[in-house]
């Protein structure tokens, strides 16, 4: 190969940049397309076996390479365009020519990347060597890869084994929403949303604030009336954190002066709250708390309209709305007789509707033990259509019903966060894997980053596919 005598030592000329491209491509043909080579040099057809037949090839004499025919030679068309240089598939250095095309257009997609290449280059199988080479394309890859789905886990304990309502509980905020202090002036407030997982019952408190000191109140409120739970499930809002830390130091300092441990130990165990935070930016995992949520805006958002409530009249509001919502059918009403009426939250929390009281005749021979009896049958009749009738419609998997390929300890991934514009989003290597007997593998501790979970759709921090390595 001449240099290009115009070309100085410094700087690269076009004459020998395409010299030197066209060096290549040549020793590329003759590697790859040997034989053809040598049947066109003698003037005679490549055999019927040659994967380039039917693109009437020929040697350009000029170049010394082979190029597609002169089927198209009365057209307008350029002379690298009518008779486009022919190259094989599955080669780096054309898998290189593509990617320099694409990359050199803006990252230009599929489709565009294919007619460029068609201008001076006849590739075989084109289309699968383009998709291909894109797929492998970082900068694309971190722009239009899918969130990693993982298959819906089992339903957890707490939401399908009979037990008191209240002995779990799932917490919330929501809001703001605004109430009138004084004449003209309006004021923040929110709303603290207990809900139980097992009976779907829930319980509302309304805050001035999400403070800890209101979110303590707020507990204290329900606890006092719905009874002690034994767990709360909750997000990782550092107001709950802090209130878990405040309730554990108040009990502990109630038995400082003992000096009891037993007794301390003996406390926690029967009295103790055990608090269960969801995974973070895993908000799905919440979901029997989150969809309470939305249930109780819409009736708010018809009920209020443009009023203005001071908080007692909102707190009363509220009270309408978690009657409703605790009167709510919880399984289709059939026409069955034998049922009459649908299994509620009020029905497995209580035994009866809350609207109405249970008429007690004045006069009655049937003593209070029997009374007692009857009443707890009566609530065993509901718990049982609520495992025959209510939870049997928790077996399908209303999305998320396939299982795919989990990430591995070693990936690269890309961290979603809704926060941030996509080109923002980091780049984290997996450092651990977290089993679990929901899932097939719960969470992903990140390399210098927090423990997140990957099972999502939309919110899922982890892209489905590995960024390198």
């Not at 400082?256 to 895993?282: M, P």
Request: glycine share 4%; net charge positive; charged share 25%.
């Amino acid at each position: 190969m001449k240099m290009d005598p115009e070309c100085t030592n410094r700087f690269v000329g076009p004459n020998e940049f395409r010299m030197a491209e066209y060096f290549l491509l040549r020793q590329l043909q003759r590697s790859r397309f040997s034989s053809e080579f040598e049947n066109l040099d003698q003037g005679k057809n490549v055999s019927n076996k040659s994967t380039i037949k039917d693109m009437d090839p020929r040697i350009d004499r000029e170049n010394e390479l082979i190029v597609a025919g002169d089927r198209l030679s009365l057209c307008d068309l350029p002379v690298f365009t009518s008779s486009p240089i022919i190259l094989p598939a599955k080669e780096p250095l054309v898998d290189k020519l593509i990617l320099h095309v694409h990359e050199s257009n803006s990252h230009s997609p599929q489709d565009t990347t294919i007619a460029i290449l068609r201008e001076r280059f006849l590739i075989i199988h084109i289309r699968s060597e383009v998709r291909r080479v894109l797929r492998n394309c970082i900068v694309c890859r971190h722009w239009n890869t899918k969130p990693l789905q993982q298959k819906m886990g089992i339903v957890p304990k707490e939401r399908i084994c009979v037990s008191p309502a209240f002995s779990e509980v799932g917490l919330d905020f929501t809001g703001p929403i605004y109430i009138k202090v004084g004449d003209d002036a309006m004021q923040k407030a929110y709303i603290c949303l207990f809900t139980c997982p097992r009976s779907r019952m829930i319980h509302l408190e309304l805050t001035n604030d999400m403070s800890t000191e209101e979110f303590i109140g707020a507990l204290q409120r329900m606890i006092n009336r719905r009874g002690w739970c034994r767990e709360i499930i909750c997000d990782n809002q550092l107001t709950f954190k802090k209130a878990e830390r405040l309730i554990q130091i108040s009990t502990r300092a109630s038995f400082k002066k003992r000096s009891d441990n037993e007794a301390l130990q003996k406390f926690l165990t029967d009295n103790g709250i055990t608090w269960k935070y969801i995974t973070e930016r895993a908000p799905h995992r919440g979901a029997f708390y989150e969809r309470m949520n939305r249930s109780i805006k819409e009736p708010l958002r018809k009920i209020l309209g443009k009023a203005k409530l001071n908080f007692t009249e909102l707190y009363t509001i509220l009270t309408d709305i978690e009657c409703a919502m605790n009167q709510r059918p919880l399984t289709y009403l059939g026409s069955d007789p034998g049922n009459p009426q649908a299994i509620t939250p009020a029905h497995l929390a209580i035994g009866r509707p809350l609207r109405h009281l249970p008429n007690f005749p004045a006069k009655s021979s049937v003593n209070v033990s029997k009374r007692f009896r009857y009443l707890q049958t009566l609530l065993r009749h509901f718990w049982s259509r609520w495992s025959k009738e209510y939870l049997p419609t928790l077996i399908r998997r209303k999305k998320w019903v396939f299982e795919h390929s989990v990430p591995n300890v070693g990936d690269v991934c890309l961290i979603a966060d809704d926060g941030y514009a996509r080109s923002n989003w980091k780049v984290g290597r997996i450092v651990t894997a977290f089993k679990s007997k929901r899932w097939s593998r719960e969470d992903v501790q990140i390399e210098n980053g927090p423990r997140i979970s990957y099972e999502t759709h939309s919110k899922t921090p982890l892209t489905g596919e590995r960024l390198f390595g």
